[in-house]
């Protein structure tokens, strides 16, 4: 990822998203703690309407960057779809997105509970992508790739600014996929919590 981040635009973020995504709870459980020898903070994104992070960003971009009326596209397995499309539907935008054929079933619910025009598409997420940007450029549509915009990260990153303002911490753990989560948090803590170690975690097999 090579994207202009700002920590000015992280911090004017909350405003524009949905605050059923904003600061979500933080857990502790002072056994576990005893049993790892720190203290460890687990942040929860998760209880919310899309069930992920993801709804953080996509409110950002469909807020930002979106002129009226138009149109998006996306690939999704899932929680990004079901983000742009909650937040592309509230703005009065109509959604697009492609999905593998074998696609979790539940989460393809959900993207069309949303609103999402859903398209199965391939056997792989990146049939999906390359079916999307395909269809996105015949129809003169966006596509938007998460990952690849700079307001999702700056969406993402907002966790960043609630951790900070939550306490020191030594180190923080952050999943990696697609990079915008880290590279939002990333910034907001290199800026805020400089002396805070951050570590990508991303599953040892899990395809690229």
């Keep these: 990822m090579n994207l202009e981040i700002s920590v ?3 911090a004017a973020a909350p405003p524009r998203i949905d605050p059923v995504f904003l600061d979500s709870p933080v857990l502790q459980d002072t056994s576990l703690d005893r049993s790892l020898g720190c203290q460890l903070v687990a942040k929860v994104e998760t209880d919310n309407p899309v069930g992920s ?30 983000g742009l499309a909650r937040a592309a539907g509230r703005r009065g935008h109509a959604c697009v997105v492609f999905a593998a054929e074998n696609a979790n079933p539940v989460k393809i ?11 199965l ?7 999906a992508k390359e079916a999307a940007g395909t269809y996105a450029s015949k129809h003169g549509l966006r596509f938007v790739e998460d990952g690849s915009e700079a307001s999702i990260a700056e969406g993402a990153g907002t966790i960043g600014l609630e ?13 990696l996929g697609n990079g915008a989560l880290l590279a939002g948090v990333g910034t907001a803590l290199r800026e805020l919590a400089p002396q805070t170690e951050i570590i990508a975690v991303v599953a040892a097999n899990a395809p690229p």
């Design 109 to 119: 619910e959900a993207m069309r509970r949303f609103g999402a025009d859903v398209k």
């Design 163 to 175: 951790l900070a303002a939550s306490g020191r911490f030594d180190a923080i753990l952050v999943q």
């Design 121 to 127: 598409v391939g056997s792989d997420f990146d049939a």
């Design 53 to 82: 992070f993801k709804g953080r960003g996509t409110e950002l971009f469909a807020a930002t960057a979106l002129t009226p009326g138009q149109t998006v596209v996306c690939a999704s397995a899932g929680n990004f779809g079901q």
């Design 8 to 10: 000015a635009n992280i």
